[in-house]
């Protein structure tokens, strides 16, 4: 059994990201590739971290641009067979749609409001609603848009599930394992692994708690690994 985590790869490093990959496989559902990453080494990057894994691809390029545009980025990827690949919902419905229509095997991931934001930030952005009225709006119109999973801070997810319903996937960044010493870095609206998973998500994205003890050796990252997956495991 493995835990519920998409494991972040926060590294312009392919070397390293390939050998988190092999660390963390026999423990983990998935892991996240996000834009810088497929920036700096592309398609053959990607397929070179998921190459001999059973690791699910979260996709995380934050596609947001005309319906057209964003339908023709969503082919492009088509080839790496991504698992989730995430597209901001505040694009819009038809945008949303596009992106759906080209990867009808792929979950397309639609990414309300990110973590790193607070309610002066939404304010100063020019959203009418708090974070919470706003992200719950943003998934409904995204899973009727066709996405099939969410992206939301841990504190919507439970009225996020409630107004979706149970088959559409969550998946929640900004948590944080009960550790005085591990620093929030750029997330704002946190919560631990166990605390979002009980509140209703389906999979918790970490990245920094657990690459942080890289340059200690591989026994002390997956002795951390082990620590972190546990209270998932267990519940």
Not at 52 to 65: A, G, I
Not at 188 to 199: D, E, G, K, N, S
Not at 200 to 207: D, E, F, K, L, T
Request: net charge negative.
């Amino acid at each position: 059994m493995k835990a519920p985590i998409i494991l972040a790869t926060d590294t312009s490093d392919l070397e390293i990201a390939k050998q988190w990959a092999r660390l963390v496989a026999p423990h983990i559902t998935g892991i996240k590739l996000g834009l810088e990453f497929f920036l700096n080494f592309g398609a053959e990057g990607v397929r070179a971290v998921c190459a001999d894994h059973e690791l699910d691809l979260f996709l995380d390029l934050k596609l947001h641009d005309i319906p057209n545009t964003v339908g023709q980025a969503a082919a492009a990827v088509a080839g790496l067979r991504p698992r989730f690949l995430t597209v901001h919902a505040s694009g819009g419905q038809a945008m949303i749609a596009a992106a759906a229509k080209e990867l009808p095997a792929t979950e397309v991931t639609a990414v309300t409001i990110l973590t790193s934001l607070d309610e002066p930030d939404l304010i100063e952005i020019g959203y009418r609603s708090n974070a919470l009225d706003s992200a719950v709006g943003l998934a409904k119109l995204a899973i009727s848009a066709g996405a099939k999973a969410i992206v939301c801070s841990p504190m919507e997810v439970a009225a996020i599930r409630t107004a979706i319903g149970s088959k559409p996937a969550i998946i929640t960044p900004g948590v944080r394992p009960i550790d005085a010493s591990a620093p929030l870095d750029d997330q704002v609206r946190t919560m631990t692994p166990l605390a979002a998973i009980q509140a209703g998500a389906s999979y918790v994205v970490i990245g920094r708690p657990i690459t942080r003890f890289w340059n200690q050796g591989e026994a002390a990252f997956k002795a951390n690994l082990a620590q972190i997956c546990e209270p998932l495991l267990d519940r």
